[in-house]
């Protein structure tokens, strides 16, 4: 009977063998799980009115074509305020918001969309010619949201407060209407340039705009906004509107995407918008047609001035798709780490030739000294003798299997011995069983008693 022992190596093998099997196929089941999972994400999105509402509708469309494993749902909010909230809450995984607004712990940058400009639009009989001069009036804006914060760091920067203020209206719609029926005497926007709904109030013919002062001053105080200009006639009026060119301050409206949104889906999400732009635009309604053209000032997220948020990872890695790989970037270190790793791949594999020989070395002695004893065993007529070459075996026997567990020899090497020592120690057995029976022999035909007559007529001396 033969018995294998087994080998640290091989066992070590066959264990890391097994979990990386285990591995590839979670790995393999984990993919095909996702792949085929559906993935909501919630975009809060602004006002109905509101381009970025609009940009996201169309977004959502052509993310679905792509992704199909994505569903993107647009969530009409109440502006930038409601949106940051919702993210930080985890009902959105994606918000539109003006960049002057802090966007809180929880979220990262995706893209900046556009850039919105602050509006003021006063009634021609309010009497109002600059800014400062809107102290005391009635403000259609609501108290709460992105709109509200820009007018008051607006007002703050000119020496006024909101208590200097009356303010009209719970959202653009009843502000808008609060101006048309003279129970306000100008709006605020921080919309993009051709809004539709303050088009609408240029329109009517019942107002103009006014300018922003000391530009320059709120850019210092607050590092997203950037000097910008109301083109004269950019509003389609009769005459449009404004009637010259009227400075004002410009803020980038972003997309932002929670820090736990998963960054494959950011991932999806902004290679669409960055990719398929001719797509998204041919999805916006005809009536909106305007935002069509935003598209074009579409930046990534490192354009974004300031303290911005940090980059969203999905975002990131595909901002990075066409930078040099780490392997380029890196190409002679990496030479010389390859350079080192082929001497040393050389010198392992001579390292190993040099041990399988010496193996081999060791389990050729252990086979040459049970052949040697085997054949003084079998020239031995002496049972003493030959049950001194057995003990000699059991030695030889024990030191193999002390150098396999070593690892000094080969299993297969050691099986060799093995049966070598078991063929060996067989054929002693039975030349010992054979000097036992010669012994007996020889001492029965000794013992056997013999008479002198016999002895004398046995003798060939005595016969005649």
Not at 11 to 24: G, M, P, Q, R, W
Request: hydrophobic share 45%; proline share 4%; with cysteine.
């Amino acid at each position: 009977m033969t018995f294998k022992l087994p080998n640290a190596r091989e066992s070590i093998f066959s264990t890391t063998l097994a979990v990386s099997i285990v591995l590839v196929l979670a790995g393999l089941g984990y993919t095909l799980f996702e792949n085929y999972q559906v993935h909501t994400l919630v975009l809060a999105a602004g006002g109905r009115d509101e381009e970025s509402f609009v940009l996201a509708k169309a977004l959502a469309t052509v993310v679905k074509r792509h992704n199909p494993h994505i569903h993107l749902v647009v969530r009409e909010t109440g502006g930038t305020s409601e949106n940051l909230a919702m993210l930080s809450d985890g009902r959105a995984q994606l918000a539109a918001a003006q960049a002057d607004v802090p966007a809180g712990p929880m979220a990262n940058l995706l893209a900046v969309l556009y850039r919105d400009d602050l509006q003021v639009f006063v009634r021609n009989d309010a009497n109002v010619t600059d800014f400062r001069s809107l102290r005391g009036k009635r403000i259609g804006l609501t108290r709460r949201g992105g709109q509200y914060q820009s007018f008051l760091v607006v007002a703050d920067h000119l020496g006024l407060t909101a208590s200097d203020f009356q303010f009209v209206g719970d959202d653009d719609a009843s502000a808008d209407r609060a101006l048309l029926d003279k129970r306000a005497d100008a709006v605020f926007r921080v919309r993009a340039l051709g809004n539709l709904a303050v088009e609408k109030l240029v329109q009517t013919n019942i107002g103009h705009f006014i300018p922003i002062q000391e530009v320059a001053g709120l850019i210092v105080k607050n590092a997203a906004f950037k000097a910008s200009m109301i083109p004269q006639g950019v509003y389609a009026g009769i005459p449009p509107q404004p009637f010259v060119d009227t400075p004002t301050v410009g803020v980038p409206r972003t997309l932002l995407a929670s820090r736990d949104a998963s960054p494959s889906d950011i991932y999806a999400v902004t290679s669409v918008l960055f990719s398929e732009r001719q797509e998204i635009a041919e999805e916006i309604p005809q009536e909106n047609a305007g935002v069509r053209s935003l598209l074009a000032d579409m930046k990534e997220a490192g354009a974004l001035g300031g303290l911005p948020p940090p980059v969203h990872a999905g975002a990131k890695k595909f901002f990075d798709r066409d930078k040099p790989s780490f392997v380029l970037d890196h190409a002679s270190f990496l030479g010389l780490l390859v350079t080192l790793g082929v001497l040393v791949l050389s010198w392992l594999r001579q390292l190993k030739h040099t041990m399988a020989k010496r193996r081999k070395t060791e389990g050729d002695r252990y086979t040459d000294e049970i052949i040697q004893l085997l054949l003084i065993g079998q020239k031995s007529t002496s049972l003493f003798f030959i049950n001194g070459i057995r003990s000699q075996l059991m030695v030889i026997l024990t030191e193999a299997v002390c150098a396999l567990d070593k690892d000094n020899i080969s299993n297969e090497a050691f099986q060799n011995i093995r049966g070598l020592w078991e063929i060996s120690v067989d054929l002693l057995r039975e030349q010992a069983a054979s000097l036992k029976n010669s012994e007996a022999e020889t001492a029965a035909i000794f013992a056997q008693p013999v008479s002198s007559a016999e002895t004398l007529a046995g003798n060939p001396l005595f016969a005649q």
